[in-house]
């Protein structure tokens, strides 16, 4: 009895053991990143950078602005774009999903989850950039949006399954259409899961570069023409990175520390929707 | 659209049948419901009581595969008539469910209003009127005047059952349906529900189902007795429960069985 309550414990604290050394590699390699990305970007951060367009190759000095605003606008239109149809889609997923068409939708949306996001901008190419005849911000927008659009439906649908059906019968015994039943109730109580949901997707494609190479292209001027090219974060380190200037290396590091710092604020106010979440549900 | 032969009887089921698909939860059940009485069903889980219950405001063909034979007759009107929209039907039998089930985004008021404004806009004054009404009726007023606005779920769970009777006598219906109010209550919260039924049959017509049969015995004018989806007896309740006709009957209330 002994020998196997010992077994028991021994067993017990080697896996206790193993999985926390498993997470501390898991953590060790997001702080090694953020460690790494405040000590090489975080000296070149001044005001002007956050200010200043970029200068030509040779010069020192110069900001990202262009690519600060220009990411703002493409992932705010790829939201614009994105979030109705993909909150709209895992409505009718969870609310009117269950017959042959459902499957159909979900089936195609994991499909594009799974979809590489280079393949995104390749279709964007085609369908936007070659008829229009010159690379936009807004055909990067597109390309983001479908991105988004998927995860987003499969996430809200979640979001709504887990509203209890006891809610939906009480809606409806009280007299409520179906669909109001589904937009003032059941939406309503998964509002703050689908806010949540819909932050970190748009933190997700905030940091793509892929689909944006052959749409939104870069720019390396101040622009906020949605229908010219226009630059991005992502975009800007790309370039900035794979160049020859020691100045220029610089920068990207400089301009990856703001795109993360931008990606985990999203990510922070998604915690903070969730907190929001569990209060109303106390 | 006769009148009721009888204009004491607000609603009878005749020759109901309810099926998930093809396997019948009640079987060929005829029921009448006098107007201003509470009527209780019993009998053991899975006998078909609530199945009974949810074919009253239409609810059992929203369950996967539910659908009916036979009438239901609300007021000499059969609900099942396809001139019969069943949402409104639903404002004109209210329900209340087995667990409390508020809406949590809500308040306490908007809980109370939501079967009123469904029904479109009003005067604010109206509403309020309304709520104030519905929460007396359902003996919440006193304890929730002044925190209105608050969130229903910060009540009890007896008071967030009482909430629930609240919101469905809100839109004023004529039949009050009772799916096991008390199943999720500690004694205090089934007295309070238990009172209310006594208050509120002489408004309304109640029908409650209920594993309790001392809570039918103590809430109820009738009482039926359901098994295997089968209508064995229906008396007044203290004759069925003195000296009950059918053998089945005296097994389930003695305890034999169930």
Same mark, same amino acid.
């Given at each position: 009895?002994?020998?196997?309550?010992?077994?028991?414990?021994?067993?017990?604290?080697?896996?206790?053991?193993?999985?926390?050394?498993?997470?501390?590699?898991?953590?060790?390699?997001?702080?090694?990143?953020?460690?790494?990305?405040?000590?090489?970007?975080?000296?070149?951060?001044?005001?002007?950078?956050?200010?200043?367009?970029?200068?030509?190759?040779?010069?020192?000095?110069?900001?990202? =602005?262009? +690519?600060?605003?220009? *990411? @703002?606008?493409? $992932? /705010?239109? &790829?939201?614009?774009? #994105?979030?109705?149809?993909?909150?709209?889609?895992?409505?009718?997923?969870?609310?009117?999903?269950?017959?042959?068409?459902?499957?159909?939708?979900?089936?195609?949306?994991?499909?594009?989850?799974?979809?590489?996001?280079?393949?995104?901008?390749?279709?964007?190419?085609?369908?936007?950039?070659?008829?229009?005849?010159?690379?936009?911000?807004?055909?990067?927008?597109?390309?983001?949006?479908?991105?988004?659009?998927?995860?987003?439906?499969?996430?809200?649908?979640?979001?709504?399954?887990?509203?209890?059906?006891?809610?939906?019968?009480?809606?409806?015994?009280?007299?409520?259409?179906?669909?109001?039943?589904?937009?003032?109730?059941?939406?309503?109580? =998964?509002? +703050?899961?689908?806010? *949540? @949901?819909?932050? $970190? /997707?748009? &933190?997700?494609?905030? #940091?793509?570069?892929?689909?944006?190479?052959?749409?939104?292209?870069?720019?390396?001027?101040?622009?906020?023409?949605?229908?010219?090219?226009?630059?991005?974060?992502?975009?800007?380190?790309?370039?900035?990175?794979?160049?020859?200037?020691?100045?220029?290396?610089?920068?990207?590091?400089?301009?990856?520390?703001?795109?993360?710092?931008?990606?985990?604020?999203?990510?922070?106010?998604?915690?903070?929707?969730?907190?929001?979440?569990?209060?109303?549900?106390? | 659209?006769?009148?009721?032969?009888?204009?004491?009887?607000?609603?009878?089921?005749?020759?109901?049948?309810?099926?998930?698909?093809?396997?019948?939860?009640?079987?060929?059940?005829?029921?009448?419901?006098?107007?201003?009485?509470?009527?209780?069903?019993?009998?053991?889980?899975?006998?078909?009581?609530?199945?009974?219950?949810?074919?009253?405001?239409?609810?059992?063909?929203?369950?996967?595969?539910?659908?009916?034979?036979?009438?239901?007759?609300?007021?000499?009107?059969?609900?099942?008539?396809?001139?019969?929209?069943?949402?409104?039907?639903?404002?004109?039998?209210?329900?209340?469910?087995?667990?409390?089930?508020?809406?949590?985004?809500?308040?306490?008021?908007?809980?109370?209003?939501?079967?009123?404004?469904?029904?479109?806009?009003?005067?604010?004054?109206?509403?309020?009127?309304?709520?104030?009404?519905?929460?007396?009726?359902?003996?919440?007023?006193?304890?929730?005047?002044?925190?209105?606005?608050?969130?229903?779920?910060?009540?009890?769970?007896?008071?967030?059952?009482?909430?629930?009777?609240?919101?469905?006598?809100?839109?004023?219906?004529?039949?009050?349906?009772?799916?096991?109010?008390?199943?999720?209550?500690?004694?205090?919260?089934?007295?309070?529900?238990?009172?209310?039924?006594?208050?509120?049959?002489?408004?309304?017509?109640?029908?409650?189902?209920?594993?309790?049969?001392?809570?039918?015995?103590?809430?109820?004018?009738?009482?039926?007795?359901?098994?295997?989806?089968?209508?064995?007896?229906?008396?007044?309740?203290?004759?069925?429960?003195?000296?009950?006709?059918?053998?089945?009957?005296?097994?389930?209330?003695?305890?034999?069985?169930?």
């Amino acid at each position: 009895m002994s020998v196997r309550r010992w077994r028991r414990r021994f067993t017990s604290g080697v896996m206790t053991g193993l999985v926390a050394f498993l997470s501390f590699l898991a953590v060790l390699a997001l702080v090694l990143i953020l460690g790494d990305l405040v000590a090489r970007g975080a000296s070149s951060l001044d005001w002007s950078f956050f200010t200043k367009n970029p200068v030509p190759a040779g010069e020192s000095g110069g900001g990202v =602005a262009n +690519a600060i605003v220009g *990411t @703002g606008i493409i $992932v /705010g239109l &790829a939201a614009l774009i #994105g979030l109705p149809i993909g909150i709209g889609t895992g409505l009718y997923l969870a609310e009117y999903g269950s017959g042959r068409l459902g499957w159909i939708v979900r089936f195609v949306a994991d499909v594009l989850n799974g979809t590489p996001s280079i393949v995104v901008g390749i279709f964007a190419w085609t369908w936007l950039v070659k008829p229009m005849g010159h690379f936009s911000a807004f055909a990067g927008s597109a390309a983001l949006a479908v991105l988004m659009v998927p995860m987003l439906a499969r996430t809200t649908e979640e979001m709504v399954r887990l509203v209890p059906h006891s809610l939906r019968e009480a809606a409806l015994a009280l007299g409520y259409p179906r669909w109001r039943t589904s937009l003032r109730v059941i939406a309503r109580t =998964a509002l +703050a899961g689908i806010v *949540t @949901g819909c932050l $970190v /997707g748009i &933190a997700r494609v905030a #940091g793509e570069t892929a689909p944006l190479l052959f749409t939104a292209l870069g720019n390396l001027n101040f622009s906020t023409h949605v229908l010219e090219p226009m630059q991005t974060l992502s975009l800007q380190i790309y370039v900035y990175a794979t160049g020859p200037f020691d100045e220029w290396h610089r920068l990207a590091w400089a301009a990856a520390l703001v795109l993360m710092g931008l990606v985990l604020l999203l990510s922070l106010s998604a915690r903070w929707a969730i907190r929001q979440r569990r209060g109303a549900a106390r | 659209m006769a009148p009721p032969a009888d204009a004491r009887l607000q609603l009878e089921t005749v020759r109901l049948t309810a099926l998930y698909g093809r396997r019948a939860a009640v079987k060929d059940v005829s029921l009448m419901f006098p107007r201003h009485t509470v009527t209780a069903l019993i009998g053991p889980s899975g006998c078909g009581k609530t199945t009974f219950l949810r074919c009253l405001n239409r609810m059992h063909e929203l369950s996967e595969g539910g659908w009916i034979t036979g009438k239901v007759l609300l007021d000499g009107e059969d609900i099942y008539d396809p001139s019969i929209d069943a949402i409104r039907l639903r404002r004109r039998v209210g329900m209340v469910f087995q667990r409390p089930t508020p809406f949590p985004t809500m308040s306490i008021y908007d809980n109370v209003a939501a079967g009123l404004r469904v029904n479109g806009g009003r005067p604010r004054a109206e509403v309020d009127a309304a709520v104030e009404g519905a929460l007396r009726r359902a003996a919440l007023w006193d304890e929730v005047k002044d925190r209105l606005r608050q969130s229903a779920l910060a009540l009890s769970g007896g008071q967030q059952q009482r909430l629930c009777v609240a919101r469905a006598l809100a839109p004023e219906p004529e039949v009050l349906l009772l799916d096991e109010p008390t199943a999720s209550l500690d004694p205090a919260g089934t007295q309070h529900i238990e009172e209310l039924c006594h208050e509120l049959k002489t408004r309304y017509t109640i029908c409650i189902v209920t594993h309790n049969l001392q809570q039918a015995a103590r809430v109820s004018d009738y009482t039926a007795f359901f098994y295997l989806g089968d209508l064995i007896e229906i008396g007044r309740t203290e004759e069925l429960f003195t000296k009950p006709t059918q053998e089945q009957t005296e097994a389930y209330i003695t305890g034999r069985f169930g």
